[in-house]
């Protein structure tokens, strides 16, 4: 069974007015363990679909499917549940508490899912480790570079035991060495504990880690193609 499937998804932005047509009938299935690109130019639509997988946003028509689960036939309350549960986000702009240590920042979705404690500053712990960063766990976001803020909201995408991983321009406000050392342990995560992750990205770097590229054109399904991963630098 897929873990996101897609049926003719559209999203029309002002309808009654001028309206925009941000996604045309978009299908589409993603298998448990992908490491998966949506690109496009800008306005094409791959941010639109990638909220629509998160179920952050609804479709004007269509159906999206999460497992089992069709998210778009859940209630606004019903979706906040089952986000919280089953899905996993990191943004452009890590989007931390400020206030918040990086442990509190990783235990805080656990503590909403209403985990024991014992287990949260346990499983807090252990994916702050993984992710390289068991020394700063008491570091607040202003403490910490880019690149290990992005870290952070990684080891908190992941605290949820999500079905999937959807991650917005993760690597646009990175230099060259935080992105590559960022999308190397993502890629290891995806190899070694077979976490799905779906980018949309501009990213050369971010698309040529990918094992399969979904492309956008005007919100339509322009190609979907599977390739060979491999890393590309930026030149000097």
């Known amino acids: 069974m897929a873990v996101i499937r897609t049926e003719k998804l559209c999203k029309v932005y002002n309808p009654d007015t001028i309206p925009v047509h941000a996604l045309r009938d978009v299908s589409i299935e993603i298998q448990k363990g992908e490491f998966t690109s949506l690109v496009g130019p800008s306005g094409s639509g791959k941010t639109t679909l990638l909220n629509m997988l998160g179920a952050l946003d609804m479709p004007s028509s269509g159906k999206s499917w999460i497992g089992d689960v069709e998210v778009t036939s859940l209630t606004d309350k019903e979706r906040i549940n089952f986000r919280l549960h089953n899905i996993g986000f990191v943004f452009q702009h ?51 570079s880019g690149g290990q803020q992005q870290r952070v909201a990684v080891a908190r ?80």
């Open 94 to 144: 890590y989007n931390l508490i400020p206030v918040f240590t990086a442990k509190e920042n990783v235990s805080f979705i656990m503590l909403l899912q209403g985990v024991d404690p014992k287990t949260i500053s346990e499983r807090a712990d252990e994916l702050l480790e993984q992710v390289g960063l068991g020394d700063r766990k008491d570091s607040r976001p202003s403490q910490l």
């Open 157 to 236: 995408a992941l605290a949820s035991e999500p079905q999937f991983i959807l991650a917005d321009e993760p690597t646009a406000n990175l230099d060259t060495k935080a992105a590559m050392n960022l999308l190397d342990l993502m890629q290891k995560m995806n190899e070694e504990q077979k976490v799905t992750f779906v980018f949309s990205t501009h990213d050369q770097r971010v698309i040529s880690r990918a094992r399969r590229v979904i492309t956008l054109v005007d919100g339509a399904l322009y190609s979907d193609k599977e390739q060979e991963p491999k890393i590309v630098l930026e030149p000097k």
